[in-house]
């Protein structure tokens, strides 16, 4: 990356600094820093409020203006025209299939949705009642003990096998902790089915019965993966991306990204968005629900976002796809719908959410998509985990294709004890 302009740093010792500044394709400029470290300084930019991590081509968000796109376009257009597996293929490849690596792709990703038999068994290590993303970081990470034969990161034909190998399984092993959880059976995906339709046949499906997947929410299924596939450099994907500098493996990687999702301002958010929903329980109890955020005594779950100051792109078409599902079901009178509405409206229109810019974000009515679709509440965030795999996994590959990555390590602003000498017990 070249750059003419500058950008000059005065200190107050006099010593002056030259910043190149780097410009992307879309987005503020970047002052680089990279320099700054031989020159015995650091930046203290904690949770990284103003720092760009690293650079990459798969995803673009402006969050002013309300804008997502992946590879260049636009999440709407992606949501209402693509499927899910065309969306991997463009995030993990960089454009479009033609219809030939479509058709390859999808013959592939189908292949390859069995896990080894013996993956079964981590199961019965964990309680029935464990939360199903405790199970989901301990059997993708046990993933890696079980593909030997591509774990050599510097291959990309390995990396593309094993993306390939998370984005068929991981969905398997999602229905796995469920049916687990609940008591029941594994189901053996279909290769009949299409990928979502094989993920809700595999949540669903009992050896009793004959499941045949509802259009409409399937539909609705793809377009919660579709909005949730990639978000560039958020908690989990720098997680995955820190984890993975250090050269360890893509299973291991995604483990640590599913852990770092879990937590209720990341992916957990959509769970307690829907139980804070139950909790304030009826439109009556909004006002008094809304003071107390306001009060600060909790934060309304499924608003805010540290990058969107405007409307979530992702929240707009989630609150359509909700009007769809629920009317499919005839469910267009929810109670939990009404009360997200009025809470929506609230916020909205009041002077504490308007001066921060806090908007509802993606997981404000997804939660209630999911419910109508008949998942459980403590399913939500592996459905997020599930479909964010994919755009882990690309950042990932990205990140090791790049020959002049390294390990990341960032620096400390240290405020401990200076020096002291070590004092005996008996003299404390
Ligand atoms: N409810 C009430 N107040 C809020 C909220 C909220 N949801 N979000 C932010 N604020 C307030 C916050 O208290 C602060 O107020 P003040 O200036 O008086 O101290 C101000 O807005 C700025 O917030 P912040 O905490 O500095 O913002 P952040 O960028 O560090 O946090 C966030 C972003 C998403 C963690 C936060 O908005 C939040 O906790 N939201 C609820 C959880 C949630 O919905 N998370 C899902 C994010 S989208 C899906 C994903 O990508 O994982």
Not at 272 to 277: D, G, I, P, T, Y
Not at 296 to 322: E, I, W
Request: charge should be neutral; charged fraction near 25%.
């Amino acid at each position: 990356m070249e750059s003419k302009r500058i950008a000059t740093l005065t200190m107050d010792d006099g010593r002056s600094i030259e910043l190149p500044i780097l410009s992307g394709t879309l987005g503020p400029d970047v002052l680089d820093l990279r320099n700054l470290a031989k020159l015995g300084l650091f930046t203290y930019d904690p949770a990284f409020f103003s720092t760009a991590s690293c650079s990459s081509k798969i995803t673009f968000i402006d969050g002013d203006a309300g804008l997502l796109y992946y590879r260049g376009y636009p999440i709407e257009q992606l949501a209402e025209k693509s499927d899910f597996l065309e969306v991997c293929y463009l995030l993990l490849n960089g454009e479009l299939p033609t219809p030939t690596q479509q058709a390859e792709f999808r013959e592939l990703i189908t292949h390859h949705t069995m896990v080894h038999d013996q993956l079964a068994r981590f199961f019965n290590g964990f309680r029935r009642d464990a939360h199903p993303m405790a199970v989901m970081v301990g059997v993708v990470g046990a993933l890696s003990a079980f593909y030997h034969d591509s774990l050599d990161i510097n291959n990309p034909e390995h990396r593309e096998i094993s993306a390939h190998r998370l984005l068929a399984k991981v969905p398997t092993i999602a229905a796995m902790t469920h049916k687990y959880n609940i008591g029941e059976p594994f189901v053996y995906p279909k290769n009949k089915f299409n990928y979502v339709e094989n993920f809700m046949y595999m949540m669903f499906a009992t050896p009793a019965e004959e499941y045949v997947p509802n259009p409409v929410l399937v539909r609705a299924l793809e377009r919660i993966f579709i909005l949730h596939a990639d978000h560039e450099q958020n908690a989990s994907t720098s997680t995955v991306r820190l984890a993975g500098s250090s050269g360890a493996n893509p299973f291991a990687c995604v483990a640590s990204g599913i852990a770092a999702l879990w937590g209720p301002a990341h992916g957990g958010a959509n769970e307690a968005a829907l139980k804070m929903l139950e909790e304030i329980g009826d439109v009556s109890h909004v006002k008094e629900y809304v003071q107390g955020v306001k009060d600060k005594k909790y934060k309304l779950m499924g608003f805010g976002h540290r990058v969107y100051k405007n409307m979530d792109p992702r929240a707009s078409v989630m609150r359509q796809t909700c009007y769809e599902v629920l009317k499919e079901l005839k469910l267009e009178n929810n109670k939990l719908f009404e009360l997200a509405m009025e809470l929506e409206k609230t916020a909205l229109s009041d002077p504490y959410f308007i001066e921060r810019k806090l908007y509802p974000n993606v997981d404000f009515y997804s939660g209630i998509v999911l419910r109508a679709i008949g998942i459980p509440t403590n399913m939500f965030t592996v459905i997020f985990a599930l479909a964010r795999t994919i755009g882990w996994v690309s950042q990932w590959n990205e990140m090791i294709a790049d020959a002049d990555h390294k390990i990341g390590r960032p620096r400390q602003l240290y405020l401990g004890e200076k020096k002291r000498d070590y004092v005996p017990i008996k003299k404390r």
